[in-house]
């Protein structure tokens, strides 16, 4: 696709109720990156994942939440037992791969707003 | 370890006056700086960045930076801002080599009439 797209754009879930997060990166970026960010705060980092190389977990703020990645295409985000703080917007973003140290930017989806009623 | 500080959660102005928004970041190694925008209820959307060579860096909507070496910053200007102008704006820095990009707390300007 043109862009980085998420779905749903919006879930409200009860609390203890298990969620996934889906994120379609741009065709041809190898990296894909999860971030959280709450209501007036920064981006958080969650997790990385760069073609077929391990992801980078250390984000991850606990272990109900896990992300997969098949290849160079679609991931999830799953947050089990949700909790209230777990209410946030989540980001996914994708680049292509680093190379000879030279970074690109981070292209973003328009995120997931998840409420934890 | 990388951090990003922008010191100002929301910076008021008036619609044509010239607006600053500042970032600092600190890092032991060389890095590459970004800034992003976020208009209400949409993504992050990429202004501008600094990889390499001048340290004036052009975006897109007459946006600028300067990388300061020296005194670790990278502040975001514009001459004349307009209502459009509205939104969340985001320091982030990457270090050389690195994958991960970490974000300031954003500022948000808001542009008066």
């Known amino acids: 696709g043109a862009g980085v797209s998420q779905s749903p754009s919006n879930k409200v879930t009860e609390k203890g109720k298990d969620v996934e997060l889906r994120c379609d990166p741009i065709s041809g970026h190898t990296a894909l990156y999860w971030y959280r960010q709450r209501l007036g705060q920064g981006l958080e980092f969650l997790i990385y994942f760069q073609g077929n190389s391990a992801p980078d977990k250390s984000g991850l703020p606990s272990d109900r939440f896990s992300a997969e990645r098949t290849g160079e295409s679609v991931s999830t985000l799953t947050i089990q037992r949700t909790q209230q703080e777990d209410s946030a917007v989540y980001l996914c973003a994708s680049s292509l791969a680093v190379i000879a140290g030279q970074n690109t930017e981070a292209f973003f989806g328009q995120g997931t707003r998840l409420t934890v009623v | 370890a990388q951090s990003v500080t922008q010191l100002d959660s929301q910076v008021p102005v008036f619609e044509e006056a010239p607006v600053e928004l500042r970032c600092n970041y600190s890092?032991?190694?060389?890095?590459?700086l970004f800034w992003y925008v976020q208009y209400p209820n949409q993504g992050l959307q990429l202004l501008l960045k600094?990889?390499?060579?001048?340290?004036l860096v052009k975006g897109i909507n007459g946006f600028e930076a300067e990388f300061n070496k020296s005194q670790t910053s990278f502040h975001l200007r514009k001459p004349s801002v307009h209502i459009s102008d509205t939104a969340e704006y985001f320091c982030a820095v990457s270090e050389k080599g690195t994958y991960k990009y970490i974000f300031g707390t954003g500022t948000r300007l808001k542009v008066l009439a």
């Open positions: 890092s032991s190694v060389s890095v590459y």
């Open positions: 600094y990889l390499s060579g001048s340290t």
